[in-house]
């Protein structure tokens, strides 16, 4: 063969090499489980390498047989008897030592098992066998082998180097898909995660309190949170009527769509349309872009409206119209948009006056008022708030790392007396503030705000009989009367109602000096 015969040669070969390459690549981006593209790459090897018979030898790593997973040329019986131990034959033997192996002849090689006996009748010394070890790093998942008539032109150097290429390939795409399998797994995992730690967070066990009115308020809970009922819950200020939106979420059917919170009572008036429904692109000036309202982000799953007694009698028309038509158009669109919604809302007004008032519709009140769970003020359920302060007590120990080991009695006595007309929004932020002043692993009486102290907390409790108290009064008023009237008595007994002869009596009484109190003294 001549020197421009010979590299015509190399060209072609390089060229098919290339094609082969490219063809596998191709295949292997078509799909990200393994055993959908083994069998279009050894197809694709046997147009290629002239290749009589391929197999892909996996390891099991349970087991640790070696078993024929993918193959092209052999039967589905021949398949089956494709098993292997460590070290058993060829194919063993590359598994074993991560190494690979050239057989020129297989009727020459006694480790040759032919245990699939795809090479009975033929004649075994024309056949060459070719076995590449599959490894990702040191791990070695299996190999890849083909049988190939003994060629004339091309070395098996050269085809054990092009298998070793396709080889590294497919480990590759194996450390691709393993690395995307356990990428999803770790996702799945921290969406459950974080789907029970949403649950576990607003479930009605996590509502501190075991007086009757909450057992009612649980019960109800109970009832309504897997139905698609629309909810209104009713109850003062920090009453927790958002932790109960969240708990009857995060326990229905959608507790994995969204849930959308709109305060209804900081939305300004000429934006509250746009922020519920959306709007169109030029709807109004400053509208660069369409944009989703809240019904629609909240599509599958639950909208609550907070406070939805402060809507505005045009906005409470358009609520009107989704509770009952399940559908809205955007600010400036005139195409429907259907919402699948489920509607709870919260507030903390008379509904029932508001309506005699004529500042709430009666229609959208009947269709918010379906079922109705009623929130029990702090005082009416005094039996929770030692509950509800070890909560907090533990909760900001816990934020702000501090120690605080008890509460103290006469501290206990104030909370308990209290009226708490903030509920247990109010008494979370009196125990944060104590848990922040204490400093000596106790909450004491004078840590909690001024406005729970008492006369016995603050050691001012009053003693002595009756008269000392009268006396103690009397001394108080004449002296700040003597003082502004800077020592004239006549004038102080005019201010205090009394006569200069009796002023002079209690003066003396008292044992006051009046002159003390002259500005030229």
Not at 401 to 423: C, E, F
């Amino acid at each position: 063969m001549s020197a421009t015969e010979s590299g015509l040669s190399s060209v072609k070969r390089e060229l098919k090499e290339l094609q082969l390459l490219l063809e596998i690549s191709q295949i292997l981006d078509r799909s990200m489980d393994l055993r959908e593209v083994v069998g279009p790459v050894l197809e694709a090897l046997a147009r290629h390498m002239e290749m009589l018979r391929g197999t892909l030898a996996l390891v099991n790593r349970e087991t640790g047989e070696i078993q024929v997973d993918a193959a092209h040329g052999l039967s589905e019986s021949q398949k089956e008897k494709g098993r292997y131990r460590l070290g058993e034959g060829v194919t063993g033997k590359v598994i074993q030592s991560g190494k690979p192996a050239v057989v020129p002849r297989v009727s020459q090689e006694p480790m040759f098992l032919n245990r699939t006996g795809a090479r009975s009748g033929l004649r075994k010394k024309d056949i060459a066998f070719i076995c590449i070890p599959i490894k990702i790093g040191n791990e070695i998942l299996g190999a890849l082998s083909a049988d190939r008539l003994l060629p004339k032109e091309v070395s098996l150097d050269e085809d054990l180097r092009v298998m070793q290429i396709i080889g590294s390939m497919i480990a590759q795409a194996v450390r691709l898909r393993q690395s995307a399998q356990e990428e999803k797994q770790k996702l799945a995992q921290e969406n459950q995660r974080l789907q029970e730690e949403l649950k576990d967070k607003f479930r009605p066990g996590n509502i501190i309190g075991n007086s009757k009115q909450m057992q009612d308020v649980y019960d109800q809970i109970a009832q309504v949170c897997r139905s698609q009922t629309t909810v209104l819950i009713r109850g003062e200020s920090g009453t927790g009527k958002e932790l109960v939106a969240h708990a009857i979420h995060y326990n229905s059917d959608r507790a994995g769509k969204p849930f959308i919170r709109v305060n209804c009572a900081a939305l300004p008036e000429t934006l509250v349309e746009s922020e519920l429904f959306g709007h169109e692109k030029g709807a109004f000036t400053g509208a660069l872009a369409a944009r989703q309202g809240r019904f629609e982000l909240a599509n599958g799953g639950t909208i609550f409206l907070d406070e939805v007694g402060d809507f505005s009698p045009a906005t409470q028309v358009k609520l009107l119209r989704v509770l009952q038509e399940r559908e809205f158009e955007r600010v400036g669109g005139s195409t429907p948009i259907k919402t699948d919604v489920r509607v709870i809302a919260a507030t903390n007004r008379d509904l029932e006056a508001m309506i005699s008032e004529g500042k709430f519709r009666q229609d959208l009140y009947y269709r918010l008022n379906v079922f109705s769970i009623h929130l029990p003020a702090l005082r009416e359920r005094k039996a929770d708030i030692l509950l509800l302060s070890d909560f907090f007590v533990e909760k900001y120990v816990k934020a702000n790392r501090r120690s605080v080991k008890r509460i103290s009695t006469p501290a206990i006595d104030m909370l308990m007396s209290y009226h708490w007309p903030g509920n247990v929004r109010e008494l979370e932020n009196c125990i944060e503030r104590a848990v922040l002043v204490s400093n000596d692993e106790v909450i004491h009486g004078y840590h909690l705000p001024p406005t729970l102290q008492t006369a016995e907390a603050s050691g001012t409790v009053t003693s002595g009989p009756l008269q000392a108290a009268l006396d103690n009064v009397e001394r108080e008023m004449i002296t700040e009367s003597l003082k502004s009237c800077r020592g004239n008595m006549a004038k102080a007994a005019r201010i205090l109602g009394m006569t200069e002869r009796l002023m002079g009596l209690r003066v003396k009484k008292h044992g006051i000096d009046s002159r003390r109190f002259r500005s030229d003294w």
